[in-house]
């Protein structure tokens, strides 16, 4: 069985952790939660037959097998890193994070230091595989374009471009580089992120954000050209209830790299 310490537990900590519950090869023992939001944590976490223990940082001799982040951008900083250091092995779905310059050197570093590896997650997207696979013989383009129905970009620089209340047709929030949107959409462009990483770069990746009020679902398209030849893909992702700004497809994009972790064939 893999002991595992959970960063963040709100929409896609709950959904996984759900999941969890049917596999006995995997337990979360911890989930480190922001300082004072523990208790609303615990409530959350009422309902679970064996529920984790919720702390704000990892107990300096807890030693888990994984440790995975479903929590943001900052938590990348303030827990990963310093885990990395200790030798525990990280998973992490908030890759935009690293479109921070020098944050990738960093996470290697600390890896080194401790002798251990950060695992980047699909999360919302797929084809990953394929992209990584393409690069190696060399990527010419990758255009990414993220659609969202309009209430996803709620408290988000999209709301100086448009009035997301009233659009009535899909409306262009955001033209420019992997590496600008995951800075200025954090909650929203780490699928930008995760693409340009696995292809041609934060700053080589072109990233075009749309807000469409007609559209119920979270769409990522991406079109790659290289010595490969090329694809497309465009994955229509059905958001959370309980946030609309992250697709489903997130948590078992989770769940699944933590069973490939546990089981003995790994898919
Ligand atoms: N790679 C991908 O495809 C995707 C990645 N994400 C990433 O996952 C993150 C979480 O998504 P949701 O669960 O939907 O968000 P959410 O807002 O429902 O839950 C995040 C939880 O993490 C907690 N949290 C935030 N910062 C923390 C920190 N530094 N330490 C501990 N806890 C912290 C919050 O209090 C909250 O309870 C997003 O912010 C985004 O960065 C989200 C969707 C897709
Ligand atoms: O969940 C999704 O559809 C993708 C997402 O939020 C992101 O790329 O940050």
């Known amino acids: 069985m893999l002991n595992i310490t959970m960063i963040g537990c709100g929409a896609i900590g709950v959904g996984v952790l759900e999941l969890l519950e049917r596999d006995p090869q995997l337990c979360v023992d911890y989930v480190i939660a922001s300082p004072g939001s523990e208790e609303l944590v615990r409530q959350r976490l009422a309902c679970f037959k064996n529920p984790p223990q919720?702390?704000?940082?990892?107990?300096?001799?807890?030693?888990?097998d994984l440790l995975v982040e479903c929590a943001g951008h900052r938590a990348i900083e303030e827990h990963v890193l310093p885990a990395l250091e200790r030798g525990i092995a990280c998973l992490i779905v908030s890759v935009g994070a690293l479109s921070?310059?020098?944050?990738?050197?960093?996470?290697?570093?600390?890896?080194?230091?401790?002798r251990t590896r950060i695992e980047l997650l699909p999360g919302a997207i797929g084809g990953i595989d394929a992209l990584s696979a393409a690069k190696v013989g060399g990527l010419d383009s990758v255009n990414y374009t993220g659609r969202k129905p309009a209430r996803a970009w709620k408290n988000t620089p999209g709301e100086l471009v448009c009035n997301l209340d009233s659009i009535t047709e899909?409306?262009?929030?955001?033209?420019?580089s992997a590496r600008e949107a995951a800075h200025l959409y954090p909650k929203n462009a780490n699928v930008a992120a995760t693409l340009s990483l696995a292809g041609l770069g934060l700053d080589r990746t072109h990233v075009t954000l749309i807000a469409d009020p007609l559209s119920e679902e979270n769409v990522h398209h991406f079109e790659a050209r290289g010595a490969f030849g090329g694809f497309e893909l465009s994955l229509r992702g059905?958001?959370?209830?309980?946030?609309?700004?992250?697709?489903?497809?997130?948590?078992?994009?989770?769940?699944?790299?933590l069973g490939n972790h546990a089981h003995a064939i790994s898919i």
């Open 170 to 176: 899909a409306t262009v929030i955001f033209q420019g």
């Open 100 to 114: 921070e310059v020098g944050l990738v050197e960093r996470l290697e570093a600390a890896a080194e230091l401790g």
């Open 54 to 64: 919720v702390l704000t940082a990892l107990p300096a001799d807890a030693r888990p």
């Open 238 to 257: 059905k958001p959370l209830q309980a946030n609309p700004k992250t697709s489903a497809l997130t948590v078992y994009s989770v769940v699944r790299a």
